[in-house]
Nanobody, 119 residues
Framework: QVQLVESGGGLVQAGESLRLSCAGS????????MAWFRQAPGKGREFITC????????YYADSDKGRFTISRDNAKSTVYLQITSLEPEDTGVYYC????????????WGQGTQVTVSS
C-alpha cells in the first residue's frame, strides 16, 4: 500500500509561483509513475501532468504546457509540481496520484492540497 501526502498549497497572488510537493510512503515510490490533477470549485477532477518512474519521461495536458513543471526525487520519495504565473482560474484542490499514465487509470491518490489564487 502506498500513501501519498500533498503539501505546499495556500493563498497566493496572481502572477506568483508555487511549488507543490507530494511525499510517498513505502519503498515502492520509485516504482510508481506519478501524476498531478486538480479540481476547480464546482468542476470535475482534471489531469495536469505525469512523470515516469525514473523521471526521464513526462506528459502534459495540452492546456497546461508551459506554466506547469513536474519533477521527482526518488531519494526523497517526493514528486513536485511547479506552477508559474498563477491565475485565479488555477484555484482548486491539487491531488497527486500514483501508478498509472495519462488522464485515467491511477491506483493511488493523496488527499489533496488547496490552492487559492487571488486577483
Amino acid at each position: 500500500q502506498v500513501q501519498l501526502v500533498e503539501s505546499g498549497g495556500g493563498l497566493v497572488q496572481a502572477g506568483e509561483s508555487l511549488r507543490l510537493s507530494c511525499a510517498g510512503s513505502g519503498r515502492t515510490f520509485s516504482y510508481l509513475s506519478m501524476a498531478w490533477f486538480r479540481q476547480a470549485p464546482g468542476k470535475g477532477r482534471e489531469f495536469i501532468t505525469c512523470i515516469s518512474r525514473s523521471g526521464d519521461t513526462t506528459y502534459y495536458a495540452d492546456s497546461d504546457k508551459g506554466r506547469f513543471t513536474i519533477s521527482r526525487d526518488n531519494a526523497k520519495s517526493t514528486v513536485y509540481l511547479q506552477i508559474t504565473s498563477l491565475e485565479p482560474e488555477d484555484t482548486g484542490v491539487y491531488y497527486c496520484a500514483g501508478g498509472g499514465w495519462g488522464p485515467e487509470g491511477w491506483s493511488y491518490w493523496g488527499q489533496g492540497t488547496q490552492v487559492t489564487v487571488s486577483s
